[in-house]
């Protein structure tokens, strides 16, 4: 949690303040906001699920360390990919972000399979996972906004954005396990 409140804290510090109080001054500022704002999503996106999972967790070992750390390498390099993306929307910085998500979301099922090796397949987090189709589906998302970016910049920004869309509708598969694996209503 700790992490990721300071990844976001230095995102925050990255953005620049308009120099005038104007709306046109402020108006130039608005990639970065905008950088900011689905960079913000994302780590958010992390943060809950990564809370989450770690609810479900009864047990932890070194491997799950490491795959933890493993992750957190990618988010902490995300305020990085962005303000580079954000200094100009050309087809590399946009394709080094898209791959700074994949390889995130690439260590978060590292994370997720880690875990259950520890936990075993009939624990709580395995069922909760179920197919996962969020998680397999994103990486292949990115893999097109990857290639798409080299293209055209704003296919590969669009892919980024749908897939920040997908992960924003709450998964509410976890909850009733959550809720059981604390000893707490369903």
Excluded at 22 to 29: C, D, N, P, R, Y
Excluded at 125 to 130: E, I, S
């Amino acid at each position: 949690d700790a992490v990721l409140a300071i990844i976001i804290t230095i995102m925050v510090l990255e953005l620049e303040v308009p120099h005038e109080p104007t709306l046109h001054a402020l108006a130039e500022s608005a990639t970065g906001l905008l950088t900011y704002l689905l960079c913000f999503v994302y780590l958010g996106i992390y943060w809950n699920n990564h809370h989450q999972l770690f609810q479900l967790v009864s047990r932890v070992r070194g491997g799950v360390l490491w795959a933890n750390l493993h992750l957190l390498l990618w988010l902490s390099l995300v305020p990085f990919t962005t303000a580079w993306m954000d200094v100009q929307f050309a087809p590399t910085p946009v394709m080094v972000y898209g791959v700074n998500l994949l390889l995130a979301g690439l260590a978060f099922l590292l994370l997720q399979h880690s875990i259950v090796r520890v936990e075993g397949p009939d624990r709580p987090l395995r069922q909760a996972l179920g197919r996962d189709l969020k998680g397999k589906i994103s990486p292949l998302i990115y893999l097109v906004g990857i290639i798409g970016s080299l293209l055209w910049v704003w296919l590969g920004i669009a892919a980024y954005v749908l897939v920040a869309v997908i992960w924003l509708v709450p998964d509410r598969r976890p909850e009733p396990f959550i809720h059981r694996h604390a000893g707490g209503p369903d």
